[in-house]
Nanobody, 124 residues
Framework: QVQLVESGGGLVQAGGSLRLACVASGRTSHSYAVGWFRQISGKEREFVSFIDWTGGRIVYADFVKGRFTISRDNGKNTVYLQMDSLKPEDTARYYC?????????????????WGWGTQVTVSS
């Protein structure tokens, strides 16, 4: 199993950028995939992005395509989410999640391990 800790959230003006990081510990030598999800206040958690162990499969939600970039550095046990051109509607708590097996990255139930999240607030 792996333990996950998110960081990099904060307050930014519309049009600005943030870089989130998800640092894993535990059995990180095994090939785990990572997804990013977000939860807007009062709404259900939704999929943001996904990356497999090798970086060969990357998936983005439609609302972030062209603005967000996911990447990973397995030597540092870290997955990143670079967020550019942020909008007020991006305001949410962002979570990373991991599993050793993911078939449909959009589904919450595919992930076995979750971090506690990091808050992103975008002002208008």
């Amino acid at each position: 199993q792996v333990q996950l800790v998110e960081s990099g959230g904060g307050l930014v003006q519309a049009g600005g950028s943030l870089r989130l990081a998800c640092v894993a510990s535990g059995r990180t030598s095994h090939s785990y995939a990572v997804g990013w999800f977000r939860q807007i206040s009062g709404k259900e958690r939704e999929f943001v992005s996904f990356i497999d162990w090798t970086g060969g499969r990357i998936v983005y939600a439609d609302f972030v395509k062209g603005r967000f970039t996911i990447s990973r550095d397995n030597g540092k046990n870290t997955v990143y989410l670079q967020m550019d051109s942020l909008k007020p509607e991006d305001t949410a708590r962002y979570y990373c999640a991991a599993s050793y097996t993911v078939r449909d990255p959009f589904r919450i139930y595919e992930y076995d391990y979750w971090g506690w999240g990091t808050q992103v607030t975008v002002s208008s």
